[in-house]
């Protein structure tokens, strides 16, 4: 089929009509399907379900330090053996890893919220600043956002290219303006683009040279080891070594969490950065508990034993999730392929596939869909405010259906991307 | 023994140089005991062993409600049957429930934190406004105060009587001053004298006319079933449904958690507040976390049941504590009763016994029992900033030593009080 750009307004009507008994036959099943978040399916949780015997009643309960129960108070920054086993899966030494409670996303907030009441090394507590911004890389994650956009601080879009976000604007801007304190970043199979930082992108970020001191890159290394395939892989520097070697120890956190990993809300997650950088965390952390809950870190590490065993349970993932990427890219490919009216990602790792329709088109295509049935990320999500300026990025999520629910899914989706395109064009 | 105040010089250095020799022989010891902190035994930590077991990889792991998996993403405030457990512990309708993670100390930070960002049912921030100020009934818990002092909340210290803090005072600033927008309080054996508040007490705090309407009574129920005698137990009001009756339903935020009932660390916590109160506050969690650990709080759900087995469960708790505070006040009572140089509380229930010594002594002599090998919470602690007026109040935290550490703890302590009160006594 010819692209639509090029039917006339007869054709474009004639296939119109074609298309829409289409549509109502496939609304006529009733279908419930749901591509709107990055939800790991049954058959991945059934994969850690040996943690839940772990730990007994008859096992040793002690950390491996010998004198800390874990079952009981203390330790503020995690047992060495979690530290280990998280500062091993962040490439990070062990001095540069603290332990967290089970969201790396509350990490995110309470490092923001943090900033916000008592600056960062001595700052001056950003809530006491007229103006704060935080450069944000579009398409991105909505939770990131969301976080920012509670704390009334100004967030500024930075096109997300093929090797990572547009590092000249992000220079130009965090050396010239002193209210740009941090940059939100998913380095790794970014969601939802799936684009991995190229070494020159990592390069350029370490080597930054922020007008604020208290200037910091909030790395979310979200998707570090879940990849797709075992012959391709997208391999990124790591950010803190290269920040080092800069010359700038301090200006980097980078989170990570086992919630894609173990089991969703029942993961440990982390903050990695310098020592200075975490001296300063832990003291606010001081304030906030007397400690997180040693014996999920305990079954963690007795679960997975190391990076090897993590690594291996990471390529029963890959198995279950590469189908149902490669369902969507199939059929999107074949339905919608050469005609003009979308393109999308094909990312090696990560959640989600990236989906970007013709301009001004992608609420009503989310819209369209749901007619059907079929649950999207909310048009707009992936921009800062809800506000998409192009109306056109759609965030796909395929992991929580079966292949079988994913085909129908896509297929109605790709339905209603023709449909919504065709009207676009008529009213052109 | 005759009070030492009545003694003559001569007597005093006769008993001076008698107690040195004492002490030099304990100290001789070499001992290293600890009674600074709330901390449950070992003993008290194998009481719930059993929890390690109860979810298996052959176990349901799906709520109640038969539609969450609690591996899974999803829920924000709680699986159902965890909401009812901590509803019925905290005595409120299910309605009144939202559940946290794993520190009720983190949900009070949490509180306050959101108070100053967000306001509290649509008022100001308290972070934009230029004075705050918090009653704090003294003595009382020093992680409290500490989180007050970060944010730069001005702590107003309440005398705390026999049946709760002193009620004119509390109502006098709290109606008159539009700045003052929270107390904390710990309701039933109270850290770390013990003291229940009376009837009368929680009705006058149900009862407040409070100047400001984002004013909140932080009613931290920590030791709610905490009870040490099967006979012998303090009952009090549930100030939610007198706050209810007084007409100012919005007025308390009630915290609580498992943290000494299943493990300290890996329990679950719970704010107890008016609907309207808990719609905001889940707001502000949709911002930090997708949802905390479900499957800790199913293990919490299926290892207790209900509140029946939570009951029998604390019976065990008590048979371990109840000897402990007995030794401790039985030293206390032998060695200090009528000498004139200290009073003590003896609570029916919670985690600590409250000493006062002579004024401006209570720094002396924590000092002089670390250099016999026993460490006490820092003298001044359970005063905001750190400063107890007096010098005079210490708490005894009498859970994690053995029995027989314990009395040789308190004889060290005593000792050490009776040599710091002839020094004053001297000096005078």
Known sequence: MKPYAQ????ELLALKEQLELQFEEVKAKGLSLDMSRGKPSKAQLDLSLGM???????ADLMSRDGVTDCRNYGILDGIPEARKLLADMSEVPERNILIYGNSSLNVMFDTVARAMVSGIMGSTPWGRLDKVKFLCPVPGYDRHFAITE?????????????????MDMVEELVSTDESVKGIWCVPKYSNPTGVSYSDKTVKRFANLKPAAKDFRIFWDNAYSIHHLYEDKRDIILEILNECIKAGNPDMVFKFISTSKVSFPGSGIAALAASEANLEDAKKYMSYQTIGHDKLNQL?????????????????????????KFEIVEEVLAKEIGGLGIGSWTKPLGGYFISFDAMEGCAKAVVA??????????KAG?????????KDSNIRIAP????????????????????????EKLLQA
Chains 1, 2 share one sequence.
Not at 150 to 166: A, K, Q, R, T, V
Not at 299 to 323: C, E, Q, S, T, W
């Open 399 to 422: 992991s929580f259906p079966t292949v079988e629910e994913l085909k129908a899914a896509t297929e109605i989706f790709v339905l209603s991307v023709k449909l919504v395109s065709i």
């Open 7 to 10: 039917m006339t307004k007869e």
């Open 299 to 323: 079954r963690h590490v007795r679960y997975f034993g190391d990076m090897h065993g993590m690594y291996n349970h990471m390529r029963k993932h890959a198995d279950i999730l590469r189908p």
């Open 52 to 58: 839940m015997d772990i730990l007994s009643s008859e």
């Open 150 to 166: 509670l704390f009334g601080i100004e967030m500024i879009n930075i096109p997300l290219l093929s090797d990572g976000p547009d």
């Open 381 to 389: 999500a992936t921009y800062p405010y809800g506000k998409d300026p």
């Open 368 to 377: 369209k869909a749901k007619e059907a049935g079929v649950v999207m990320t």
